[in-house]
């Protein structure tokens, strides 16, 4: 009989991220070489296991222990990583149930059948299409339109899955593997600075925001930067400067998050106002109310603002993602775990998505786990966590897996 060994885990974190990383953080861009490095390399740690491996239509990377029963309890997180990202993103949630999963496999045949899962593309980094794996297996993902989407080099997504085995029009498919699931666990570092604040190790997560993000276009006009008078400017790039300001206030009032992380400027030249600015806008909140009220007190300060400095504006919707709350009962017997393990616990939730996230919405019970960050960073190569903190979550991980077997079997 195999004991938890949670230094294991952290052992084999840093072993990975020696192979897959460099002085810029980790470099396991999904659909790349070096993805496909971790993800062999986690098959070889798997190799030891009395447990079937499968790769699912979407890229989904499969290992199962089968029970006494065709209930489901799935375990998982990502191993792919943003450019330049942190060590322990995705990756601990992975390797923490493959250790719990070890523990569980020595132990004979539990009586529910328990899955882990390394789901593909998770950051979507490459064709700015997040979950895509998990997305494709609970069907929030449409197929037909990520096809023709292209990385910076111009390489269309399509063409790039195939060359991995991935058919996007099979993709779908990968729901199969969604038959039976009970119960759906996840590890993950916190990636923000709650938990630090609190001074707490470990935290059970009650769900992830709602998203709405946009592509906006501020169209006015390209002229002299020294001839044209303050009067008689359409600077299409100050409307956009005042907009994103305005929607940070609306943010707050409403308890949310924006962010524009990405602009355009056209022509971009400084001796020229700009004739044309885009951006795109993205807001969050824990709270499907509050999330529509932030969108539409956006739109209506952008067509203030847009009358005022004489600009027209276009909005393009890219993502609409539904707030998802996480089972209550999972939450309680994550509460208890956390509480094992460290002594205390706290309730929160993510701002950041999560395959998570998907697994909710399509309806099968779901909990998360956080461990601390320190600093509150991620998708940073400085992105850390005290090894202390990374044994317990491991071992919260397993207690959570012992209790919520014990619970699958008595339904």
């Not at 038959?179 to 997560?205: F, K, R, T, W």
């Not at 400027?265 to 509050?290: H, K, Y």
Request: hydrophobic share 40%; glycine share 8%.
């Amino acid at each position: 009989m195999t004991t938890l060994n949670p230094q294991r885990t952290i052992d084999e974190l840093r072993e990975l991220r020696s192979l897959t990383g460099d002085a810029n953080g980790a470099q396991r861009l999904c659909w790349t070489p070096t993805w496909a490095r971790a993800r062999a390399w986690f098959k070889q740690k798997l190799d030891a296991l009395p447990i079937q491996v499968e790769t699912d239509e979407a890229g989904n990377l499969w290992a199962t222990l089968p029970g006494r029963s065709a209930q489901t309890l799935v375990m998982g997180s990502h191993l792919d990583s943003v450019t330049n990202g942190g060590w322990l993103d995705g990756s601990l949630g992975v390797l923490g149930g493959l250790e719990v999963l070890r523990r569980i496999a020595s132990e004979g045949t539990p009586p529910v059948t328990v899955r882990l899962v390394d789901w593909a593309d998770e950051e979507g980094a490459r064709f700015a299409t997040g979950c895509f794996g998990s997305g494709m297996a609970t069907g929030h993902r449409d197929a037909s339109a990520l096809r023709h989407l292209t990385d910076a080099d111009g390489r269309r997504k399509e063409d790039v899955l195939r060359e991995h085995g991935v058919d996007l029009g099979r993709a779908h498919l990968a729901a199969r593997h969604l038959q039976n699931v009970a119960a759906y666990l996840e590890l993950h570092i916190e990636q923000g600075p709650a938990l630090e604040g609190l001074n707490l190790p470990l935290g059970v997560v009650t769900g992830t925001f709602g998203i709405e993000k946009h592509l906006i276009t501020f169209d006015g006009l390209a002229s002299h930067a020294g001839a044209t008078p303050m009067t008689h400017r359409h600077d299409a790039f100050l409307a956009a400067a005042r907009f994103s300001l305005a929607a940070r206030e609306i943010a707050i009032q409403h308890g949310g998050v924006t962010t524009t992380g990405r602009i355009f400027n056209t022509p971009n030249q400084s001796s020229v106002i700009a004739g044309q600015t885009a951006l795109v806008i993205d807001q969050r909140v824990f709270d499907e109310a509050a999330l529509v009220a932030m969108l539409r007190d956006a739109k209506a300060v952008c067509e203030h603002i847009c009358q005022q400095e004489k600009v027209s504006a276009t909005w393009q919707n890219v993502m609409r993602v539904d707030v998802a709350r996480f089972d209550p009962h999972l939450q309680k017997l994550g509460d208890e775990a956390v509480r094992e393990v460290c002594g205390m616990s706290h309730h929160l939730p993510s701002g950041a998505l999560h395959d998570a996230s998907e697994v909710a919405r399509f309806g099968v019970p779901t909990v998360m786990l956080f461990a601390q960050s320190l600093r509150g960073l991620s998708h940073n190569k400085d992105e850390d966590t005290r090894e202390e903190h990374l044994a317990l979550a491991v071992s919260a991980l397993d207690k959570l897996a012992s209790k919520t077997i014990a619970w699958l079997a008595q339904k």
